[in-house]
Nanobody
Framework: QVQVVESGGDLVQPGGSLRLSCKVT????????MIWYRRTQDTQRELVARITTDGITEYSDSVKGRFAASRDDPKGTVYLQMDSLKPEDAGVYSC????????????WGEGTRVTVSS
């Protein structure tokens, strides 16, 4: 059984940092691109960061230069380092294991909540 569990969300002041983790069990993530999404009350799910199987990263314009995604395939874990946090970064962050084939099965977790407030 595949499980995806995000953690690390917290209340942080503007300008602060957080490191989110996404632990995947029951799946070899080495063949999956891993995607971090953010969901807020006002917006639909927004792609925040993506990391390929080769470790190539891409980010939304809103977080570029402040967030960094990384992965540790043997541990089945991906990370999102979030620096210089802004109030608009708040939301529920979740990760998705994106199958390399369009007919493949993707897996995602429930997310972890980030609150940015003074």
């Amino acid at each position: 059984q595949v499980q995806v569990v995000e953690s690390g969300g917290d209340l942080v002041q503007p300008g602060g940092s957080l490191r989110l983790s996404c632990k995947v069990t029951g799946l070899d993530i080495s063949i999956y691109a891993m995607i971090w999404y953010r969901r807020t009350q006002d917006t639909q799910r927004e792609l925040v960061a993506r990391i390929t199987t080769d470790g190539i990263t891409e980010y939304s314009d809103s977080v570029k230069g402040r967030f960094a995604a990384s992965r540790d395939d043997p541990k089945g874990t991906v990370y999102l380092q979030m620096d210089s946090l802004k109030p608009e970064d708040a939301g529920v962050y979740s990760c998705t294991a994106k199958h390399p084939q369009p007919w493949g099965v993707d897996y995602w977790g429930e997310g972890t909540r980030v609150t940015v407030s003074s």
